[in-house]
């Protein structure tokens, strides 16, 4: 029972509790979506939003059908990052995402409210109710990857998402100080419980490339990817650079521009993960 999920659907256990209800919310008409990767970590100020977008990225200059659900509802920025300021359509029951320029499609908060710099003043069941909204009443059409930017911690709204959305696998965002290790292995711990593939470990503001020399300077210590990633058992690590040029083209919602070739190994491992590779073909 230590490592029960909640989702007795997956579970071979014959305990007390157990039934056939599946906690996982289906899809709306209209929408099919091949394989849901989720963006974590267990703090936030890391740059789970920045990973996300990234990945999301690289995989439409793959060919693939991309999209983001943005699932961190009190802290938003997916949509500026792609330039994205108009809001969401729908009818009865229904949403329809916005696309941005590179024709990924994405869904957030911020695509609903009135003024971008609304706040979103609610208690977590609301919230957590609004990012399965954003899974089952968005019409997403098809899609092969779908990213989600989660909000930070391991609370209610991450758990929602564990058990409620299908997730392939989870990519886990830290930065180099010390006191992350504990944080990751709460992130990690979190996934591995919810029983869901691990399939990198990106540290983002890992170094700091001097425009004059090309020494790489770490800013906030040494790297910590590759230790932690052997300590966790992750095999597919990354390091992001602290880049101005990255951040400009965010803040000008131009990051579909951006480098994303330090996440070539986590996107490789995306494509080639047991849980995912065989729905791309």
Known sequence: MADCTHD???CSSNCGTRSKQSFIKPLGKGSKVKRVIAVASGKGGVGKSLTAALLAVRAGARGYRTAILDADVTGPSIPKMFGVHELATG???????VCAKNGLKLM???????HEDDPVVWRGSLIAGACLQFWTDVVWGDVDLMFIDMPPGTGDVPLSVFQSIPLSGVVVVMTPQDLVETIVGKAVNMARLMNVPIL???ENMSYLKCPCCGKEIELFG????E????KFGVSATARMPLDPAVAKLSDEGRIFEADTDPLAEIFLQIEQSREIKDYLK
């Open 8 to 10: 007795c659907s997956t």
């Open 91 to 97: 009818e009865e029951n229904k949403i329809y995402p």
């Open 108 to 114: 957030s908060m911020n695509c609903l409210l009135e």
């Open 200 to 202: 990198g470990l990106v």
């Open 222 to 225: 040494p790297s910590k990817a």
């Open 227 to 230: 230790a932690l990633g052997k």
